[in-house]
């Protein structure tokens, strides 16, 4: 539909570039707020990794930028601001492992704070979400969980038990250790990881087309960064690749949802339509008349 929707006859004016800015910021702002105070650490988690991919590749892509402008100030200024970049969040990463797994006195503290105490308990799976998850992954010495329904069946390891089914086929393979952090009358319809929900619904099969979307979609994101000559364009499909990472990896302990789903899938699309109009990506279609290119 966008093919033939009717295009801008002008630029737009620079006050209208603004609004559009200033609206746009609002939002950021907005999603980011509500992240946060969700205290949910899956989408921290996504933020995170979706941030540094997005910086990361932001720094790396401006030093090519900068070295075919004959720009070799800002290419040396890009180059030291990577390197910085790189050392703030090895220290970060180092930070949350030694946050997580430490017993240092520094760490109690922060480990009680609203908020940042979330961050101490990451690798926690004595109580709390932690514990839910581990047993729902693993179960108990009464009842293998997610793992053991997997494996149950080789019919249904290979083609899954079918869409919206863990509620009714996990039954059997519920860990009783479950009813001590959750309601008794609940019963599992997500595993809190998507990659195990992927294979418990869609099976093996289904695993492997995800992975192999995944892996098709870095592999056109990668081309289109490398091959686009226009520096918007660049930026702009770093930020869809970074939005997709950060999807995937909060996806590891969350479940995704219409919204994010949504999200996932006009994301891809963007980047294929941003390939598309750059002449990097071209798909058969009658309306551009002429056999396209992967």
């Not at 997005?54 to 930028?65: G, Y």
Request: proline share 5%; aromatic share 12%; with cysteine.
């Amino acid at each position: 539909m966008m093919l033939i929707l009717p295009r801008r006859a002008d630029m737009p004016s620079r006050l209208s570039l603004w609004l559009q800015a200033g609206g746009a910021a609002l939002l950021t702002l907005l999603l980011l707020a509500a992240i946060f105070f969700s205290q949910s650490r899956g989408p921290w988690l996504g933020l995170g990794v979706g941030l540094f991919v997005f910086i990361s590749l932001l720094l790396w892509r401006s030093q090519s930028h900068a070295k075919v402008h004959n720009a070799f100030k800002l290419k040396r200024g890009l180059q030291i601001a990577f390197g910085v970049w790189m050392l703030v969040a090895v220290a970060g990463i180092a930070f949350i492992i030694a946050f997580n797994v430490s017993d240092d006195p520094m760490f109690k503290p922060l480990r009680n704070m609203p908020y940042i105490g979330r961050l101490g308990s990451l690798l926690d799976a004595t109580e709390g979400t932690g514990r839910v998850r581990y047993l729902i992954w693993n179960g108990d010495e009464y009842a293998g969980g997610a793992r053991e329904l997997i494996v149950a069946d080789p019919l249904h390891t290979v083609v899954g038990w079918g869409p919206e089914s863990m509620f009714v086929a996990f039954n059997p393979f519920y860990p009783p250790t479950l009813v001590e952090v959750e309601s008794r009358g609940a019963s599992p319809d997500r595993s809190h990881n998507a990659f195990l929900d992927e294979i418990v619904t869609k099976g093996v099969l289904g695993l492997i087309s995800y992975l192999f979307l995944i892996f098709s979609y870095a592999a056109l994101s990668w081309r289109l960064m490398r091959h686009s000559h226009e520096w918007p364009w660049q930026v702009f499909f770093i930020a869809c690749f970074s939005a997709v990472i950060g999807h995937i990896f909060e996806g590891v302990t969350g479940i995704p949802i219409v919204a994010t789903l949504t999200m996932l899938w006009v994301t891809m699309a963007m980047t294929v339509v941003g390939g598309m109009l750059t002449g990097h990506a071209l798909l058969p279609s009658p309306l551009l008349g002429e056999r396209g290119r992967g």
